[in-house]
């Protein structure tokens, strides 16, 4: 296994979600990056890709239903 799939196993294994929300760089700035809040105070921010270009997208798909978590569907 690649030691960066290691490190972040080794960082995310038993820890606990305490918030999910948004982020936002800069004040002022226009796009918000969601994110997964940590018990021990890391973030896990979502971008589409590795050089964070840009927010992404946190999809939970379930045996029953499908939600995705994005800028607009907070408005909603």
Do not use: H, S
Not at 11 to 16: A, K, P, S, V, W
């Amino acid at each position: 296994m690649p030691r960066i799939l290691t490190d972040f196993r080794r960082e995310l294994i038993g820890r606990t979600i305490k918030g999910v929300g948004y982020l936002q760089y800069e004040a002022g700035e226009a796009q918000v990056w969601p994110c997964l809040l940590l018990d021990n105070e890391a973030v896990i921010v979502v971008q589409c890709d590795d050089a964070g270009n840009g927010p992404g997208v946190l999809r939970l798909v379930t045996e029953k239903e499908e939600f995705t978590l994005c800028q607009t569907a907070a408005k909603e």
